[in-house]
Nanobody, 128 residues
Framework: VQLQASGGGLVQAGDSLGLSCAAS????????MGWFRQGSGKEREFVAS???????????SVGDSVKGRFNISRDVAKRSIYLRMNGLKPEDTALYYC???????????????????WGPGTQVTVSS
């Protein structure tokens, strides 16, 4: 499985930005995808994740530090997820990683240790 993320860049505080991530290759019938971020000198932090399965339904989870500002969505047919980031703050500056967890729990994953695959990361920089 390969993950390709896009959409990072340099914005000003208060701006909005969108990230997208597409999965290619062979995946299980039900899986989860999500976003994590890592700022300079910090540990990798959960941002948001979502699940879906062929029998319908799906759950999402958003990290406390971005709740109310960031929104995650999915396109099942394209095996893609999107992160809409509103009201960006300088502390949101980080390398954002797309991750995928094969099968497992019906619930979204929130720990980087649960990820099966990682994308290369895309930089988001928010200036004050």
């Amino acid at each position: 499985v390969q993950l390709q993320a896009s959409g990072g860049g340099l914005v000003q505080a208060g701006d909005s930005l969108g990230l997208s991530c597409a999965a290619s290759g062979r995946t299980s019938r039900s899986y989860a995808m999500g976003w994590f971020r890592q700022g300079s000198g910090k540990e990798r932090e959960f941002v948001a994740s979502t699940t879906w399965s062929p029998w319908g339904g799906g759950l999402t989870s958003v990290g406390d530090s971005v709740k109310g500002r960031f929104n995650i969505s999915r396109d099942v047919a394209k095996r893609s997820i999107y992160l809409r980031m509103n009201g960006l703050k300088p502390e949101d500056t980080a390398l954002y990683y797309c991750a995928l967890r094969l099968s497992g729990s019906h619930y979204p994953f929130t720990s980087p240790t649960e990820a099966t695959y990682w994308g290369p990361g895309t930089q988001v920089t928010v200036s004050s």
